[in-house]
């Protein structure tokens, strides 16, 4: 099992940055792909972006392409979510997850997840 803990959220106004982070820690030489999803309140959870371990595979949610950039460093066993030109749509608790299998959207592909941070981003 990986363990994962995620930093870095905040409030800040639309057309502001943020960066997350996500550190994994635990069983993580089998973990071949790492992704971010977000849920806003009643909304169900949405995958934003993924990674794969070789960093050479980066997939995202249409509506973030272009604003926000996923990358990792296997050295510190972190995945950073680069984010900018923030909308309030944007507002949702971000998770970070990890799976052993191929980068996909699905969250039922996933087996492990961190507890989320906050990003809110006000007009």
């Known amino acids: 099992q990986v363990q994962l803990v995620e930093s870095g959220g905040g409030s800040v106004q639309a057309g502001g940055s943020l960066r997350l982070s996500c550190t994994a820690s635990g069983n993580t030489y089998s973990t071949k792909c790492m992704s971010w999803f977000r849920q806003a309140p009643g909304n169900e959870r949405e995958a934003v972006a993924f990674?794969?371990?070789?960093?050479?595979?980066?997939d995202y949610l249409n509506s973030v392409k272009g604003r926000f950039t996923i990358s990792r460093d296997n050295a510190k066993n972190t995945v950073y979510l680069q984010m900018n030109s923030l909308k309030p749509q944007d507002t949702a608790m971000y998770y970070c997850?990890?799976?052993?299998?191929?980068?996909?959207?699905?969250?039922?592909?996933?087996?492990?997840w961190g507890q989320g941070t906050q990003v809110t981003v006000s007009s």
């Open positions: 997850a990890a799976t052993v299998r191929w980068c996909s959207f699905a969250q039922w592909d996933y087996n492990s």
């Open positions: 990674i794969n371990t070789d960093s050479d595979s980066t």
